[in-house]
């Protein structure tokens, strides 16, 4: 059972304003990743880690940032919120080697006016 | 271009019978697929997959085809309950094990 946890769930919050997105889990894996997803759309990969100090933008260009200084908690910050970020954002992560199912947390629903 | 697609937006199906949900990829290269269930406010929840050195797995009521010169896989779930009711998303892999998703399918099973 994984155990992937995003805080907050749901986020209504007012354009220029600095937000920071939590994502933890507890397994230990190494790989981590965000995924931006729209009603009725694909996820998109927006930022992803294989560890510890290592970050790397996803096949979706964001003006999100991320960080990795510990190997549980990899947070992602928008510095200025704009509607255009209105969206789901979506936290995942991976056993190290060679798996590829990733385990998603429960998501934040974030919300721009 | 989308790498994956589920032209099904929409698949409603009567309780005990099979539901049959289809992925189509363009890469030939991608040798990992995976499908996943996503209920309202949650995440994906990883349901089955399937690699490229096979064209059948099993798990319970859900079974994975793939059909590789087609570049085509399937979810069947037979017999659907109303408890299936979600969005199910295919996802693709390649040697990066990075996973590209389709845009979902939203099934219905009517009691």
């Known amino acids: 059972e994984a155990d992937i946890y995003q805080t907050p769930r749901y986020l209504v919050i007012g354009t220029g304003k600095k937000i920071t997105l939590e994502c933890s889990q507890t397994?230990?894996?190494?790989?981590m990743y965000w995924y931006q997803q729209d009603p009725g759309m694909e996820l998109h990969l927006i930022h992803y880690?294989?560890?510890?100090?290592?970050?790397e933008k996803g096949d979706l260009s964001s003006e999100s940032t991320v960080s990795r200084i510990r190997t549980e908690h990899f947070p992602l910050t928008l510095e200025s919120a704009r509607p255009s970020h209105t969206s789901q954002y979506l936290c995942?992560?991976?056993?190290?080697?060679?798996?590829?199912?990733?385990?998603f947390g429960p998501g934040t629903r974030l919300t721009v006016t | 271009d989308q790498q994956v697609k589920q032209n099904s937006p929409s698949l409603s199906v009567q309780e005990g019978r099979i539901s049959i949900l289809n992925c189509d990829y363009t890469?030939?290269?991608?040798?990992?697929f995976l499908w996943y269930k996503k209920y309202p406010a949650e995440g994906p929840t990883f349901l089955i997959s399937?690699?490229?050195?096979?064209d059948k797995n099993e798990d319970g009521r859900f079974t994975v085809f793939l059909n590789k010169s087609a570049k085509h896989l399937s979810l069947h779930i037979v017999p659907s309950q109303p408890g299936d009711s979600a969005v199910y998303f295919c996802?693709?892999?390649?040697?990066?094990?990075?996973?590209?998703f389709g845009s979902g399918t939203q099934l219905t099973v009517l009691p």
């Open positions: 397994m230990g894996h190494d790989k």
């Open positions: 399937i690699s490229s050195i096979k």
């Open positions: 880690s294989y560890g510890v100090n290592s970050t």
């Open positions: 996802a693709v892999s390649g040697s990066a094990r990075q996973l590209t």
């Open positions: 890469n030939s290269m991608f040798d990992y």
């Open positions: 995942a992560s991976s056993l190290p080697g060679g798996s590829y199912e990733q385990y």
